[in-house]
């Protein structure tokens, strides 16, 4: 059974088939589904899917495209939220600065509010970083009081296989989705074969961005779980049950879940 440790189930391209996914995931070899939050409004609605159904669980928090949610109020929620006993995660948080807005500076204090609420409540994170590296590794370091001990998850990285290094030697997983699938992923195929250990690697889809080839440029889903699962196995030359039950016990182990 594989264990998806990032998508999006609440995203409004989900809105006729939510059920027939989600009820349909064991049959397809899904045991468990972390759905990650980027907003207040996913906080919540993340939590109610988690509630609904026994194999879905919640990561809280806000996505730094929505950076400027941040408040006392809204950390207040936030803190309340990770309470839950289906939220296992602070989360997606990081920094993005691919577009101009929300401005840096936002991003950064909502980006290490959230590290230090994540270590205060004992949960880890799900990074988010995207044309931020060097921004975001040092927010990590450098967070007052110091980096969640539970640490977490950089989400569907995509930076060298120096930085990675750096992340693992800090006891962070790597996120690995559909990406690795394509044709043109070659470097990031180079470091998941000789720089990622197995045991730091977790699965995702990003659901319902990133499908893996195949089904590159449509709605994802974690039934392509799989296609990603093969992809690494051939990568590394082992079984895929191997990289399935590896990545899952990565997670357990992360998330808390049984």
């Avoid at 006993?85 to 997606?92: C, D, L």
């Avoid at 889903?221 to 990289?243: D, R, T």
Wanted: net charge negative; hydrophobic share 40%; with cysteine.
């Amino acid at each position: 059974m594989i264990f998806e440790s990032h998508a999006h189930y609440d995203d409004e391209a989900f809105l006729e088939d939510r059920d027939e996914l989600l009820s349909g995931m064991e049959a397809h070899g899904i045991s468990h589904v972390v759905n990650i939050a980027c907003s207040i409004a996913s906080t919540k609605s993340s939590l109610a899917l988690a509630h609904q159904y026994p194999h879905v669980y919640a990561a809280v928090g806000i996505h730094p495209e929505h950076a400027e949610e941040y408040s006392e109020e809204s950390m207040a929620m936030i803190r309340e939220a990770g309470r839950d006993p289906k939220a296992v995660a602070i989360g997606e948080i990081g920094l993005d600065y691919h577009w101009p807005e929300p401005g840096r500076e936002i991003q950064k204090v909502c980006f290490r509010e959230q590290l230090i609420l994540a270590r205060k409540e004992h949960l880890p994170v799900v990074i988010h970083s995207r044309d931020a590296a060097q921004d975001t590794l040092e927010m990590i370091r450098t967070v007052p009081g110091g980096m969640p001990e539970r640490r977490g998850v950089i989400h569907c990285f995509s930076y060298s296989k120096e930085i990675a290094e750096e992340y693992i030697k800090m006891g962070f997983y790597i996120g690995i989705g559909g990406v690795v699938t394509f044709d043109n992923a070659k470097k990031l195929q180079a470091m998941v074969k000789d720089t990622l250990p197995l045991d730091k690697i977790l699965l995702e889809t990003d659901s319902p961005y990133l499908a893996p080839t195949p089904h590159r440029g449509k709605r994802n889903c974690s039934w392509y779980l799989p296609l990603i699962a093969e992809k690494i196995a051939a990568l590394k030359e082992i079984p895929v049950e191997q990289v399935m039950e590896v990545t899952a016990q990565n997670a357990k182990t992360l998330f808390d879940c049984k």
